[in-house]
């Protein structure tokens, strides 16, 4: 399933809850269903509320905490930082429980879906060595919290990346993940994972944007977007 929060357009400020299934918003009370929306009547908000940490993994499976206060959501819009602004693509495990050195077995239970993640950061700074001041940015979620039978087959969590800037495709790629199990275990070695946290799996392989099609950093005015078919495409506009 595709779970969503958001807004109707003719209601704004009161935040909904739905499943987003074939164009349409099946709205619910958290056990029925209470309304159906078609698309033009909503806007999407990150589809879980503040989490209490952000942590992000590399490829050797360790981790470093980001700030988890300043995300985004959907279509939302990004005041560019100064510098010079690129981004990373990551899906994210969005957590539904609380507790510490975990087991694999009982980290698998504690995925409550998986989310669209698009971190921006500061290349000039991270060139620099300022490894937090770089990332200590706005990062977006979205659209869709998908939940884990949608998307892991068996062993298996594939799924096929499309990153665009400006409409156009910069990059298409095929992954497949890291077990994200393995990082649950990992973060509640030290310190206990909570319900609602974001565990954002290595980055997926994608050119910089001055390798790319763009040939140059990212600006106010540009719209990125990345996603796959099953978690949705995640779409930030920077002003």
Known sequence: MQ?????????PGQVRSGIFHEGRVYETDGQNAIGVHDLGRVDFLPPVSLPPTLRVFDRNGEFAYRNSAVFLGPLAELDVPAGDVDFEVRVAAVLKDSGGRLTSEEATDFILGYVMFI?????????????????????????????????????QFVTKLAVKINGEVMHESEHSHSKFEEMIVRASRSNEVRAADLIAGPTLMKPPVLESK?????????????????????????V
């Open 119 to 155: 971190g921006f950061f500061a290349d000039d700074q991270l060139r620099s060595g300022a490894q937090t001041a770089a990332f200590d940015v706005p990062f977006a979620i979205g659209p869709f919290l998908t939940t884990p039978d949608s998307v892991v087959v068996g062993e």
């Open 3 to 11: 779970l969503c929060r958001f807004e109707l357009r003719d209601n």
């Open 214 to 238: 763009l040939g140059r950093y990212l600006r106010p005015g540009d719209t990125v977007q990345a996603g796959t078919e099953s978690l949705g495409m995640l779409t930030i506009k920077l």
